[in-house]
């Protein structure tokens, strides 16, 4: 089993900045891609994010593009979610998710985090 626990939320103004993390434990971290999803109230959830095991590669949605980087460090089972510019409807509950797969989009895994909370006042 992995497990997975995202740090770093909170509440932020508009343009303001947060970095989540997602650290992992319980088996080879740095084996598995990592997608980072959102579900804001009312709504399903969204993917955000996604990095490769080594982090050659990434993918964003357009509505992230230029404002969030994914970043990772298997060194400390850790993936980085650097949010800047946030908006009001950045406001949900995000979620860090592992052994999925990318085609055109990563779809996610069945290791789940709990997620952490970002809202986003104007």
């Known amino acids: 089993q992995l497990q997975l626990v995202e740090s770093g939320g909170g509440e932020v103004q508009a343009g303001g900045s947060l970095q989540l993390s997602c650290a992992a434990s319980?088996?080879?971290?740095?084996?598995?891609?990592i997608g980072w999803f959102r579900q804001a109230p009312g709504k399903g959830r969204e993917g955000v994010s996604y990095i490769e095991p080594d982090g050659s590669s990434t993918d964003y949605t357009d509505s992230v593009k230029g404002r969030f980087t994914v970043s990772r460090d298997n060194a400390k089972n850790t993936v980085y979610l650097q949010m800047n510019s946030l908006q009001p409807e950045d406001t949900a509950v995000y979620y860090c998710?592992?052994?999925?797969?990318?085609?055109?989009?990563?779809?996610?895994?069945?290791?789940w985090g709990q997620g952490t909370q970002v809202t986003v006042s104007s």
């Open positions: 319980g088996l080879a971290f740095d084996g598995y891609p």
């Open positions: 998710n592992a052994d999925g797969y990318y085609t055109t989009t990563y779809h996610p895994g069945k290791y």
